[in-house]
T-cell receptor, first 112, second 111 residues
């Protein structure tokens, strides 16, 4: 079945440092979505990328969808303590229904 | 309030007991998804409904699990004869044009 991989699962950064994480799917995706989950909370939608090579920015966050639509990246510029949480990527397999397959997520901690 | 309501928020039950969770999705949204999330994992798909029809079930959904959406509005997820391995967060979601909107989840602890 479809697998979505996020490695590593944990990353610790100093406040102000940049942070980049990657997501890889075993199958071509029709779109890629990113979610953020704070400790004790539920996943909250951040963004969706649909087109091959698409890049979108949200303030200090930059998201990219790979040319083959099988991988994606999230880059955070000048991390802040408010960026703490677990970031998940998820996507439906191309041609499938909208059921999302999630990666295991990367938990980001930020040292003040 | 996310627009998706789940209750109870927490449930502690003894092994072997039956439990039922409820999800009220975003009003008039046809599709509804159930996911399960354990510690250190991403949400894992369990099942989804299009109106009242259950269209897909994961292999994770053993015979002890049953889900319904009788009138195409709210949904229930029942687990019979709970096991310790059922301890998890059970999440309900409404898909929108901006991704999934998840409810706050029901955290189940089986003791």
């Amino acid at each position: 079945g479809q697998q979505v991989m996020q490695i590593p699962q944990y990353q610790h950064v100093q406040e102000g440092e940049d942070f980049t994480t990657y997501c890889n799917s075993s199958t071509t995706l029709s779109n890629i979505q990113w979610y953020k989950q704070r400790p004790g909370g539920h996943p909250v939608f951040l963004i969706q990328l649909v087109k091959s090579g698409e890049v979108k920015k949200q303030k200090r966050l930059t998201f990219q969808f790979g040319e083959a639509k099988k991988n994606s990246s999230l880059h955070i510029t000048a991390t802040q303590t408010t960026d703490v949480g677990t970031y998940f990527c998820a996507g439906p397999r191309a041609g499938a229904n909208s059921k999302l397959t999630f990666g295991k997520g990367i938990t980001l901690s930020v040292r003040p | 309030d996310t627009g998706v309501s789940q209750n109870p928020r927490h449930k502690i039950t003894k092994r072997g007991q039956n439990v039922t969770f409820r999800c009220d999705p975003i009003s008039e949204h046809n599709r509804l998804y159930w996911y399960r999330q354990t510690l250190g994992q991403g949400p894992e798909f369990l099942t989804y409904f299009q109106n009242e029809a259950q269209l897909e079930k994961s292999r994770l959904l053993s015979d002890r699990f049953s889900a319904e959406r009788p009138k195409g509005s709210f949904s229930t997820l029942e687990i019979q004869r709970t096991e310790q391995g059922d301890s998890a967060m059970y999440l309900c979601a409404s898909p929108t044009s901006d991704g999934y909107t998840f409810g706050s989840g029901t955290r189940l602890t089986v003791v």
